[in-house]
């Protein structure tokens, strides 16, 4: 293992973590509904809601991806379509004109139905089977530390930008309208398209093996 390696994983992990943080979607609806209704300590809950409910789907991902392992054809096309995904992720992150945080008529929400909309929600299943499983299996062949330190910059990235969320919208509710909001999300959809090609780079890799 390399420091370039280990850095290139810690960078994928932390820009995948941030961007599904901050994107819009259900469960950040729900951060901010809780924020607006009962301060930022409610956001801060269904914000954590990812800690509970991703394990049974990334446990499901690697047990699929490692019945579909020692098909050099599989693994290109997992490859392929987390390439399109992530392709689809930085494009809608390029798209985002800001999130309208005008929430105050959803019901208020709790850590439960938290967990509920993220286990129905299905980007994270989507997620973890084309992009985040193929990468921690591929991170294993670096050592278990590349593997723990790219789960642990995506958790704490994902679950840090949407406390950061919780907090900003119990504060002030011009945050995520903002320029800044804008900005990043530009930036983190070109990182997200050029990881893209490398997903795509790694497709045509294995097809070329067999």
């Not at 599904?20 to 209704?37: D, M």
């Not at 910059?153 to 903002?178: C, E, H, N, P, Q």
């Not at 800044?180 to 997200?192: D, F, K, N, S, T």
Request: net charge positive; charged share 10%; glycine share 10%.
């Amino acid at each position: 293992m390399t420091n370039g390696d280990l850095f290139t994983y810690i960078m994928l992990g932390a820009t995948l973590g941030l961007s599904a943080g901050i994107s819009p979607g259900p469960l950040l609806t729900l951060v901010i509904s809780e924020s607006l209704k009962h301060g930022p300590g409610g956001g801060i809950k269904v914000a954590l809601s990812p800690l509970i409910t991703d394990l049974p789907i990334i446990l499901a991902s690697l047990l699929i991806l490692a019945r579909l392992g020692k098909s050099p054809a599989a693994v290109g096309i997992i490859a392929f379509a987390g390439a399109i995904f992530l392709f689809f992720l930085g494009w809608e992150c390029l798209q985002t004109k800001g999130l309208a945080n005008s929430t105050e008529n959803v019901q208020p929400r709790s850590l439960k139905k938290g967990i509920v909309a993220n286990l129905l929600n299905p980007h994270p299943y989507l997620f973890w089977i084309t992009v985040g499983a193929p990468t921690a299996i591929k991170a294993r062949q670096d050592g278990v530390i590349t593997v723990i330190l790219f789960f642990a910059a995506f958790y704490i990235l994902l679950t840090g930008s949407k406390i950061m969320v919780a907090w900003m919208t119990g504060k002030t509710r011009s945050f995520l309208s903002g320029k800044a909001y804008r900005w990043i999300m530009r930036l983190l959809g070109i990182v997200l398209l050029l990881f893209s090609a490398f997903f795509i780079y790694d497709g045509v890799q294995m097809f070329s093996g067999i």
